[in-house]
């Protein structure tokens, strides 16, 4: 690559329920298009039949709006990037076998990506107000699929160095909201209602897990058995505390959260944070962790939220840093479920 070379990077996100294209230029975002799938709304999740049919529906317009409102031509393109894994299977194998396609017919190379690393480069989008951490960074990786602490030594130099054993954090949120009745997804509901709410009121067990790993199937259980055992004597009990127990679940969760970072800068030594992925999104978290700055000496980065639930742009970043190293795939790269980082 020349220095002087201006890069067009095409991102392409498949890998759940949200349909992705970006257009990126060198490592600013031209555009980020975004359609959310709502047909899961009335099953209280993903389905994944349901969700490659409408990312089959949604690609190419999807593609056609990102080219669209970046306002280049198709031509002017470098490369396609486009998520590998982790995800499900069926949703990545649209994405793949769309930039597969659109690279044999541009003629231009093509670039996997891991999700995860997605999330954790988000942060090194050029943008006003988002500054990129400093090597080494310690990044919290949260979704609907992934609890991780990373250690990222450099763009491609990353190691996990504590993970969920059962749940994802995303799906604690998600599945404590079922247990109140209120639709998937319902992570963003709790924040919302949490925001009113006491965080004390209710107590929640925080789980006994060792080293620098996480758990969050014990609260799901906790949380299920005192919203039986509460209903049981007053059938009103969620309507009428619905924010206070929102509030509580969130503190518990962020509560566990915090206390593995904690051991994990004890551990390393490293008080750079940066978060990532779709649970980063939410408001309880953001604020401990500017908080956090003050209270231990630590540099937290939250990316925006357009970049922290689902997006291409961050697949466009990744895409960016992996064309300037010319870490191209073949054509007969495939789709992985299950693509660890490394
Ligand atoms: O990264 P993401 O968009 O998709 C996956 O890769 O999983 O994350 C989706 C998850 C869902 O579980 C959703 O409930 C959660 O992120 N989420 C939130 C908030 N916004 C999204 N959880 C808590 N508070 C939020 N504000
Ligand atoms: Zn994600």
Not at 88 to 111: E, R
Not at 187 to 210: C, S
Request: with cysteine; proline share 4%; hydrophobic share 40%.
């Amino acid at each position: 690559m020349l220095d002087h070379e201006t890069i067009y990077i095409l991102a392409i996100e498949s890998s759940c329920d949200d349909t992705s294209a970006a257009v990126l230029m060198n490592d600013k975002v031209l555009s980020n298009v975004v359609a959310t799938q709502a047909i899961h709304n009335e099953y209280g999740g993903v389905v994944p039949e349901l969700a490659s049919r409408a990312h089959q529906q949604n690609i190419v317009p999807v593609v056609h709006q990102a080219i669209a409102k970046a306002n280049i031509d198709k031509k002017q393109l470098s490369a396609i990037a486009f998520t590998r894994g982790p995800g499900l299977m069926g949703s990545l194998l649209v994405g793949t076998s769309f930039a597969k396609s659109l690279s044999l017919g541009l003629q231009i190379p093509l670039i996997e990506v891991n999700h995860m690393k997605a999330h954790i480069l988000a942060h090194f989008i050029d943008e006003e107000t988002m500054k990129a951490p400093s090597f080494p960074f310690l990044a919290l990786t949260i979704s609907g699929g992934h609890t991780q602490i990373v250690q990222v030594n450099d763009y491609f130099d990353m190691k996990i160095i504590g993970q969920t054993l059962d749940d994802a954090v995303g799906e604690a949120f998600d599945k404590s909201a079922k247990i109140l009745g209120l639709p998937y997804p319902g992570g963003p509901l709790i924040d919302k209602y949490a925001a009113t709410g006491d965080p004390h009121k209710f107590e929640f067990t925080i789980p006994n897990v060792k080293n620098l790993d996480f758990s969050f199937s014990g609260l799901k259980t906790n949380i299920l058995y005192f919203i039986q055992k509460q209903t049981k004597e007053n059938p009103d009990f969620i309507k009428n505390n619905l924010e206070d127990i929102c509030a509580s679940i969130q503190y518990t969760i962020i509560t566990i959260l915090m206390k593995k970072l904690k051991k994990a800068v004890k551990q390393t030594g490293i008080k750079e944070i940066a978060i990532g992925g779709g649970v980063s999104a939410n408001s309880g978290i953001r604020k401990v962790l500017v908080e956090a700055q003050t209270k231990y000496g630590w540099k937290t980065y939250i990316p925006k939220f357009e970049y922290c639930t689902d997006n291409a742009a961050m697949i466009g970043i990744v895409g960016y840093y992996k064309y300037k190293n010319e870490q191209f795939s073949q054509q007969d790269v495939t789709a992985k479920a299950r693509y660890v980082i490394s």
